[in-house]
C-alpha cells in the first residue's frame, strides 16, 4: 500500500527546481499527485508544494534523494508523511464558536492531519467550554494574573513540551503574548481576527465596522508575529451586512465568518499548502 | 394611466408615521407598491422610502396631503416622480470603464432614473474617453492646473448650472475637490474608491493591498466629504485574490468591482433608496 | 416592559392595508419596528410582516384590534408573542452536521424563537448523534421496517402531539413520508437538499454534480411537500467546485452550505420571515 | 527578449510528465513561470500546462524537445506562442451586453489574446450592434430563413476560413447550428447559458426560474455540442434574488452575470486553461 506525502520545497529562484525534485520522486517509484508552485520575482523566491505517495519501503530513499537534491540546489525542503498528523493545541477565551468548529471537523473527518492534543484558555473549562464536548481531550486552564505574562507563558510552553505541540491555534483567545513568544513559535501560531484586515485593527472591531457603516464584515486568519494584528495573512472572508444590523448582528454573522475562515487556514497549514514568504504568506489552493 | 413616484421620509422616531403616510397615499386613490423602513434607535431618527403610483390628476393632491401630514410630524420629505429622470453629470480622468459602464447601462435601460447631461475630466476627450461613445453627450474639458482649482471648481459649477445636474457621479475621477465644494454638493455626488475602505485609505490602494498580502480587493462608493476616503458609504464588494495576483493582475480584477459597486451606488441613489445618516447611510435594497 | 410581537398578514391586494394594521398598532400604543410587504400582483395576493412592542396589558387590545381589522379586510393573519419560542422537533439519519449545527446556534443564543423538544432519527443514538451532545432533548428512534411506513407515521404523530411540536426540521432525515402525512405538516415541516434545486433532484446529488461538471455545487432549503424535491424554495447557496475536487470533497463542501442553508431557513421561518405562496414563497430578509 | 509561451500535455496517467517535459524546457534554457496539471485517476487521464519564456531562437529547439519527449510519452501536446493572439469569430442576435462586454475587455488590453476577426449576426448592424462600437471589425449579417440553416452554416464555414477563425464565441446567439457543425468546432465553440445548468435548460430560464421559485439565478459557458444545454462547462457563476424580483429585474441582473461568466470563460480558454475530458472540463485557475 503506497503511502501519501506532501514535500515543500522553498529557495531562490532557478531554473530546474521541478524538474529536479520530480525526477527525484520518479527515481523511487513515488507517483506525482498534485503540484504547485510559485515563482515571487519581486522577491526572487521560489515555492514548491509537491503532494505524492511512494511504496513505505521507498521512503527513506526518497528522503535522502530530496536531502541530496535540496542541497545541490541549496533549497529548504520538507517531507511530511500524510499519516502523521499534526500535534495541535487550542486557545480559547469565552467565545467557544471556533474552538467548536474545529472539534466538530475533526471529529467528522474533515481535519485528518490535525490531532488536537488539548484546550487551553484563560478561563475555567465551565466557562470555555460550556457548549463544548472536549471528551478526552486534555483542558488546561491558565488565569490570567496581574503581572503574570512571563509565569502563564512559562505554563504554556511547559504544555507545549509536555504536548508535543507543533501547532498554535488562537480560537478566539484574547491574551496577547510576549514578543520573545511570539517569536518563538513563528509560523507555527494561527489567529483569527474579527475584520478584513487591514480595516478595524484593534479592540471591538464589529463596533468601529458598526460605526463607520460599512457594507460588508469580514474576518481574518494570520500568523501571529510581534507586531500585533499585523501578521501575514492566510485566509479572508466577508459577508454582507446593512444600515439595520445591530452590533449583535454583526457579533452573530461575524461568527460564520470566523469559524469558516479560521478552520480553512488550518486545513491549509496542515496541508502544507501556507509558506511564509517575509510579512505575507503564498497559499496553494486545495 | 398611473403615474408612478417614490415618497422619501426622513424623521425624529415617533409612532404613526407610517400610518398617516400611508393614509395619505390611500386618500388620492394612490397604490402603494412597496415601502420601507428604518428606526435608528441609537441617533433617534427614522427613515421611510415608500414607492406608489396615483392617477396623474391625483398628483398634486398627493403632494399637498404629504405637505400637511409631514408638516404635522415634523418631517423631511420628498416626492419624486419617476417619469423625471435625474439629471446627472459623470466626471472621470484617464480610466473610462465605470464611465463606460454606467452608459452602457444606461443606454440598455438599467438607470431609467440616469439622464447623463454631461461628462467632465481633467484629461481631453481622446484620453478620457478613448473606449467609450459618448454620443449626443456634452464633453467638457478641465484641465489641471497649477493653482488653478479654485478656477476649475468655478468652470464645474457653470456646466452644473447650465446642464441643471443634480447628481456628480465621480467614475475614477482622480482630482480632490475643495472643502466648499464638497460641503455645497454634499449628498449629491457619489464617488468610487478602490478598496474596501476603511482598509488602503490614499494612493495606491492596490499596491498597498498586494504588498499587506490580502486575500481580497475590494471597492467602495461613497458620497464625497471634506474628509477624503471617509464619507458615508453606499456600497461595497470585494473579489478573492492570490498571492499570484501582480499589481496589474489586481487592477484588472479591481475594475470588474469598481463598475459594479458604482453602478449599484448610483441605482440606489437614483432609484431614493439611499438616506444620510450623519456619515453613514441608510440603503434600502431593491 | 415592552413585549415583542411579530404580526404577519396574507390576503387579496388592495390599497390600504398597511395604513389599517399600523393604525391598529398605533391605537395600542405599540411601537413598530419593522415591517416588509410584498404585493404578488401576478397573484392578486398581499404579504406583509410587522414586528412591534406593545406594553403587555395591551396584548390582548392589539389581539382583538387586529382582529377586526382582519375581519374587515377579509385578510388571514397571525399575531406571534417572541417570548414564546416554537416547539421544534428535529429529524436526522446519520449524517449529523446540520443536527449539530442548529444545537450549537440555539445553545449560543442566535435561535432564540427555537425550542427544541426531540430529536427524531431512524438510526439508534449511538449513530444518528455521534458526535452531536443532545443534553435533555429527547431522542426517539422510529427504525425504518418493510412495510411499515404507517406505523412510523403513526409513531411520529405521537411524538408530535405529546411534545407538542409545531415546526418538524429534516436535518438530513434520508425517509420519504406519505402524501397524507407531508399534507397535514404542510408549511411547518423544512427539509435540506443537497443541490441547488432543481439541479440534480432526486438521489446522489453530489454524484450527479461531479459526473456533470458543473462549478458550483449548492444546497436548498424548502418547505416538504407530496412533490419530492418540488417543494417551494425557502434559501439556497453555492459554493465553487473545480475539476480536481472528488466526491468526498464535494460532500466535505456540500455540508458547509448545507448547515447555514437549513440554519437560515429555520431563523427566517421561526422570525415570520416566511410565507408559502403557492408552490413558492415570500421571504423577508432580516 | 525572451518570448513567453504556453505548453498544454494531455495524454494518459503515468509518472514522469512534468519532469520530462519541465527538463525540456530547462535544457532550451527555458524559464518556467507557472505549472498547474491534474490527474484524472477515473479516467486514467493527466493533463497539464506550463506557461514558460525561451529566448526567441530558442523556440524552435523547444518545439523540437516537445516533440521527441511527447512522442515518448505517446502524448497529445500543443505549444502555444503568446504573441500570436488567436483569431476569433464573436455570434450575437439582438442582446449586445456579452458582445459589447468582451470588445471593451479587448480594448482595454483584458483579452490580449483574443483578437476579433468579426462579429456575426441573424440580425441587421442596427438591430445587433445598436449600442455596440464595432470599429473596424468586420460585420456579417446571416439572415435566418425557412430552411436556410445548410446554407447559413455553409456562409458562416465561409466566414471563418477567410477571416481565419480559430474560436467561435456565442456571445448570446439564439440559433442552433446542426450536429455536422458542431462536431466540426468541438471545442473551439464557447456558449454561454442563461441558467445555472443542468437547472433550466432550454428557453426562457428567467421565466422558469421565477415560476420554479428559486432564491438564486446565474450562467453557465459551456462548449458548444450537439446536445443542446449538455456541453462540457467552462464556467458559472450566480447571483441571489428575491420573491419581488419580476422577470424582468432576473433578465437585468442576469446580464451581469452572463458577461463576466463568459468573459471568464473567454480568458480562460485563450490562456490554455481549459481542457476537454469527454464531456467535463479542466480548468485551471489563473
Partial sequence: MAQAAIITVKC?????????????????????KDINQFNDRMQDRYFMRMACTVRPEHMSLLSRRLESVAGRLGAYHHLRERQRPVRTLIMTSRFDHCLNDLLYRWRNGELPMMQPVGVVSNHPLSVACSRVHLGDIPFHHLPVTEDGRAEREEALRGIMEESGAELLVLARYMQVFSDRFVRDVEGRCINIHRSFLPGFRGQEPYRQASLRGVKLIGATAHYVTADLDEGPIIEQDIEPITHSDTI???????????????????????DGRVFLNDDRTVVFPD
Fill in 248 to 270: 449583535e448582528d454583526l457579533v452573530r454573522k461575524g461568527r460564520d465568518i470566523e469559524r469558516r475562515v479560521l478552520a480553512r487556514a488550518v486545513r491549509y497549514h496542515l
Fill in 12 to 32: 531562490q529562484s532557478r531554473p530546474g527546481i521541478i524538474a529536479a525534485f520530480s525526477q527525484a520522486v520518479v527515481e523511487c517509484d513515488g507517483d506525482i
